[in-house]
């Protein structure tokens, strides 16, 4: 003799559709809520290998002419025995700097060097979802480019550029430009200046001019009046 069969009540059609729309609900609730960890970008998102090339655009910032022209002022530092790469990302992890992350790497691509010995390298960093810019350099690179320099670079040569319009190649050109000439022994020339701005003058009148002229073409208005109504008055009942 079998066990009896259970059978579970059949839900109503409507019942099931409004399951089913609670699923899809649930299931798009946790897809955003992992998006936006899924954006982050960190170390590990990285190759182990420095990249053949000297632009890593990952985060898609810049047109084939601008990291074509990129790639070569990067190329020409070369000549100086420093390896400079640029690096673009979206968004970083929570908590991490910018800064830090490019130190990292730093660390990461150096210690697969075969030959062991200690590179000068210069790393430009760009983070679009701040448009903020960092630079960070190897120890051999720190007595001739110190981090008040690179600080410097970071926040101002390239923030302006990238604040003023999201200017990601003027960015990385002023902050190459920059310390190129340090590197070649000049004096530092310095953060971009501000221009201040002044306003533009216009003909068209303010509400404030506008009042006021308007005020005194009726305080004209009402003088004329009662100097010529009395007048005419007097000439017409004076016939």
């Given at each position: 003799m079998g066990l009896p069969r259970l059978s579970l009540p059949a839900l109503p059609l409507r019942a099931w559709r409004g399951?089913?729309?609670?699923l899809l609900a649930l299931t798009l609730l946790l897809g955003l809520a992992q998006a936006p960890a899924a954006l982050a970008t960190g170390p590990q998102d990285?190759?182990?290998?420095?990249?053949?090339?000297?632009?890593?655009?990952?985060?898609?910032?810049?047109?084939?002419?601008?990291?074509?022209?990129?790639?070569?002022?990067?190329?020409?530092?070369e000549q100086q025995q420093v390896q400079a790469r640029l690096v673009t990302l979206r968004r970083l992890d929570y908590g991490l700097p910018l800064e830090g992350l490019g130190q990292q790497l730093l660390e990461r691509w150096s210690a697969q060097d075969p030959a062991g010995t200690e590179r000068q390298e210069l790393l430009l960093l760009i983070e679009s979802q701040n448009n903020?810019?960092?630079?960070?350099?190897?120890p051999a690179l720190a007595e001739t480019l110190p981090e008040s320099l690179l600080a410097s670079t970071g926040t101002s040569t390239?923030?302006?550029?990238?604040?003023?319009?999201?200017?990601?190649?003027?960015?990385?050109?002023?902050a190459l430009s920059r310390l190129g000439a340090v590197l070649q022994g000049e004096e530092d020339p310095?953060?971009?200046?501000?221009i201040?701005?002044?306003?533009?003058?216009?003909?068209v009148p303010t509400a404030e001019q506008t009042a006021n002229s308007n005020?005194?073409?009726?305080?004209?208005?009402?003088?004329?009046?009662?100097?010529?109504?009395?007048?005419?008055?007097?000439?017409?009942?004076?016939?």
């Amino acid at each position: 003799m079998g066990l009896p069969r259970l059978s579970l009540p059949a839900l109503p059609l409507r019942a099931w559709r409004g399951l089913q729309g609670l699923l899809l609900a649930l299931t798009l609730l946790l897809g955003l809520a992992q998006a936006p960890a899924a954006l982050a970008t960190g170390p590990q998102d990285f190759p182990l290998a420095p990249p053949a090339g000297h632009v890593l655009d990952t985060a898609d910032l810049l047109s084939r002419a601008a990291a074509s022209d990129l790639e070569k002022r990067l190329a020409e530092l070369e000549q100086q025995q420093v390896q400079a790469r640029l690096v673009t990302l979206r968004r970083l992890d929570y908590g991490l700097p910018l800064e830090g992350l490019g130190q990292q790497l730093l660390e990461r691509w150096s210690a697969q060097d075969p030959a062991g010995t200690e590179r000068q390298e210069l790393l430009l960093l760009i983070e679009s979802q701040n448009n903020s810019g960092a630079v960070v350099v190897s120890p051999a690179l720190a007595e001739t480019l110190p981090e008040s320099l690179l600080a410097s670079t970071g926040t101002s040569t390239m923030g302006l550029p990238l604040r003023e319009g999201a200017r990601y190649r003027q960015a990385s050109i002023d902050a190459l430009s920059r310390l190129g000439a340090v590197l070649q022994g000049e004096e530092d020339p310095g953060p971009p200046q501000l221009i201040e701005r002044l306003p533009v003058e216009s003909n068209v009148p303010t509400a404030e001019q506008t009042a006021n002229s308007n005020a005194f073409l009726w305080v004209v208005v009402l003088l004329v009046v009662g100097t010529l109504v009395p007048m005419i008055t007097w000439w017409i009942f004076s016939r």
